[in-house]
Every structure is written in structure tokens, then in C-alpha cells.
């Protein structure tokens, strides 16, 4: 089955939502799961039943690569 961007988290039957473990009680959290089918969701954990973002495994692959290398260090300041 596959996904489209902004679809409501809560019609992705399956899938198992996780946050990182540096999330803080203040909500700065972003949640992320394996779709069934294939790919990778993203969700404002804040808005549970909100929109996810929706990639293909390798777009989320070269993300973390990219962040692991540092090249996102400036959106943090």
C-alpha cells in the first residue's frame, strides 16, 4: 500500500510510531515509522492524528547521512 503526503496519520493502519529518546516533555517531538508497503512516515507527535510526511526509505537513508555528516548543523544554530 502506498501513501501520500498529508495523509492523516490515524488511516496508516500498522504502522508503529516511535520518537527519539532526546524528545523533551515540552512536545519537541517528531515521531517516525516504517509504512506498510514500504516507506517512512513522519508526524508532529504534538498532533497525533495530524498529517504525516511520507518518503521512500532512500530519500530518509540520504537525510540521515546528510545529518550524521553535519549539513544540517545551521538549522540549529
Known amino acids: 500500500m502506498q501513501f501520500d503526503n498529508g495523509v492523516p496519520s490515524n488511516q496508516i ?4 510510531w516511535i520518537k527519539s529518546q532526546a524528545s523533551s516533555a515540552e512536545g519537541n517531538c517528531v515521531e517516525a515509522a516504517v509504512l506498510p508497503g514500504g516507506g517512512v512516515g513522519l508526524r ?6 495530524g498529517p ?4 521512500t ?9 546528510g545529518a550524521k555528516a553535519g549539513e544540517f548543523d545551521h538549522l540549529v544554530g
Open 44 to 49: 508532529n507527535s504534538r498532533h497525533p492524528e
Open 13 to 16: 493502519q500498522g504502522a508503529v
Open 52 to 55: 504525516a510526511l511520507v518518503y
Open 57 to 65: 526509505t532512500a530519500e530518509v537513508r540520504a537525510f540521515i547521512q
